[in-house]
């Protein structure tokens, strides 16, 4: 679960790329099912200027384009982490896996993205019941349990899961515990649910942060403004990877994405320099002062 040098280990002993390119916002395609070449151009971009960690999910429709990019770039495949989740859809999203539960759903995947198997499989959110699905979550865990053993996803985890949905996971004697929870993660949204950054870190869950970016593009103008840019100036970054570091110093991996190649690279050069643990303390004291929520808003900003 530690930082060592670009990668962060897991608790599993593998290790993860400590910044993740997402494939998902922008590049979302749900219900659009001729291939994008948008998308392949832009994954391509990144896998070309060296993001190593590519992460998708069968709900943004954009597999087949991820498989496309990785064939196109001609990188191999162990070098580069290639994430997947699975939608068990819900009340606030119609989309919803077309497979008939995780097992078959990444198998389903594994076509789309052309490879043997995925670094990391996730189930995208908990809301899982027995009526609506026909299996429960601690049996959906078990479904990414089986992808382990049978050599199609060599890491699982979970994302959007509060403390009381780990709970039911890790109260079931798993075979394999989750590596990771992906939630939403920024200055203004340090718990996506109440106490879920430390309750996962301390059951040793890496968490995952989409959306880091977000004071800077949803957030203006906020209270760590001023502050960011300082520190840009200090460090010689722009905001974003101040940001970005500061996500890092925080035991948290980005995921961000873009469209441009000046910012793949930036995103991926934040290795070079160290925020002070005040610095850090400070973005996030500040930060608390305001509250930005972009994801699963109906299911959770009765917390904000
Ligand atoms: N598990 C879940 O439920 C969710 C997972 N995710 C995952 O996380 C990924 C990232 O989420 P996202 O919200 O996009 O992340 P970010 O907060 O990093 O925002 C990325 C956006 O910022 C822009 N950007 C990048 N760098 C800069 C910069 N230096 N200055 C200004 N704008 C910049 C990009 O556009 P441009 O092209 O103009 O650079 C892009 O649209 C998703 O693609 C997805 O994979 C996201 C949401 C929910
Ligand atoms: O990237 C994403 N965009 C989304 C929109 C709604 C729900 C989940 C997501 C993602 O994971």
Same mark, same amino acid.
Not at 187 to 200: D, H, K, M, R
């Given at each position: 679960m530690s930082l060592q040098g670009k990668n962060f280990k897991l608790s599993n002993?593998?290790?993860?790329?400590?910044?993740?390119?997402?494939?998902?916002?922008?590049?979302?395609?749900?219900?659009?099912?001729?291939?994008?070449?948008?998308?392949?151009?832009?994954v391509q971009l990144a896998i070309e200027t060296g993001a190593p960690h590519i992460d998708g999910a069968e709900v943004y429709n954009t597999n087949k384009e991820i498989g496309q990019s990785l064939t196109n770039s001609g990188v191999k495949r162990e070098d580069v982490f290639v994430t997947d989740k699975y939608f068990a859809g819900d009340g606030s999203y119609q989309a919803r896996s077309t497979n008939a539960?995780?097992?078959?759903?990444?198998?389903? /995947?594994?076509?789309?993205?052309?490879?043997?198997?995925?670094?990391?499989? +996730?189930?995208?959110? #908990?809301f899982v019941k027995k009526e609506t699905h026909g299996f429960d979550l601690a049996e959906a865990w078990q479904y990414l349990e089986k992808l382990v053993d049978d050599g199609y996803a060599k890491n699982i985890g979970v994302s959007n899961f509060a403390k009381e949905d780990l709970e039911v996971i890790l109260n079931s004697k798993p075979k394999y515990k989750p590596v990771i929870n992906q939630i939403e993660y920024n200055?203004?949204?340090?718990?996506?649910?109440?106490?879920?950054?430390?309750?996962?870190k301390s059951? /040793?869950?890496?968490?995952?942060?989409?959306?880091?970016?977000?004071?800077? +593009?949803?957030?203006? #103008?906020?209270?760590?403004?001023?502050?960011?840019?300082k520190l840009a100036s200090k460090y010689d970054k722009t905001d974003s990877q101040i940001l970005l570091r500061s996500v890092l110093q925080n035991g948290i991996l980005p995921i961000t994405t873009s469209s441009k190649k000046e910012r793949i690279k930036a995103s991926l050069e934040i290795f070079d320099f160290e925020l002070t643990k005040d610095?850090?303390?400070?973005?996030?004291?500040?930060?608390?002062?305001?509250?930005?929520?972009?994801?699963?808003t109906k299911e959770y900003s009765k917390y904000d």
């Open positions: 002993g593998n290790t993860i790329p400590a910044v993740g390119y997402g494939v998902g916002t922008k590049w979302f395609k749900f219900g659009r099912n001729e291939i994008d070449d948008n998308v392949v151009n832009a539960n995780p097992y078959e759903a990444l198998k389903a /995947d594994l076509k789309d993205l052309n490879v043997d198997y995925v670094d990391l499989y +996730l189930i995208h959110a #908990p200055a203004y949204l340090q718990n996506q649910t109440p106490g879920i950054v430390e309750f996962s059951n /040793d869950i890496l968490v995952t942060a989409y959306s880091p970016l977000g004071p800077l +593009l949803k957030g203006k #103008p906020g209270p760590i403004d001023d502050y960011v840019n610095e850090v303390s400070e973005i996030n004291k500040l930060g608390e002062q305001k509250t930005l929520r972009q994801y699963w």
